[in-house]
């Protein structure tokens, strides 16, 4: 079965740094991207980064360029996702995502989450 678990996450002040994990199983981990999504309280879930299988390309949200990493480790079937300056607005839960063929649905695909990890920024 897949499986995503995240974890990491916690209450840091706003400027401050904060790394969130997400272990992967059930699925063949270096073959497929991984995303980043957050969603806080009322509001959609939104795309925060994602990396390519070999973690060559990785784009990111406007709103966290320059202050968010995500990175991978093959080896370990882990993606992680680097904070630093924070700001209260990025306060979520964070998910991790990978999409993977619908056993139900050929030609389809769709999208595996973890559990969420919640991020507070706050002073």
């Known amino acids: 079965q897949v499986q995503l678990v995240e974890s990491g996450g916690g209450l840091v002040q706003p400027g401050g740094s904060l790394s969130v994990s997400c272990a992967a199983s059930?699925?063949?981990?270096?073959?497929?991207?991984m995303s980043w999504y957050r969603q806080a309280p009322g509001k959609e879930r939104e795309l925060v980064a994602s990396?390519?299988?070999?973690?060559?390309?990785?784009n990111y949200a406007d709103s966290v360029k320059g202050r968010f990493t995500i990175s991978r480790d093959n080896a370990k079937n882990t993606v992680a996702l680097e904070m630093n300056s924070l700001k209260p607005e990025d306060t979520a839960v964070y998910y991790c995502n990978v999409n993977l063929p619908d056993r139900n649905l050929s030609g389809r695909q769709r999208a595996y989450w973890g559990q969420g990890t919640q991020v507070t920024v706050s002073s």
């Open positions: 059930g699925f063949t981990f270096s073959t497929n991207a």
């Open positions: 990396i390519s299988r070999l973690g060559a390309t990785r």
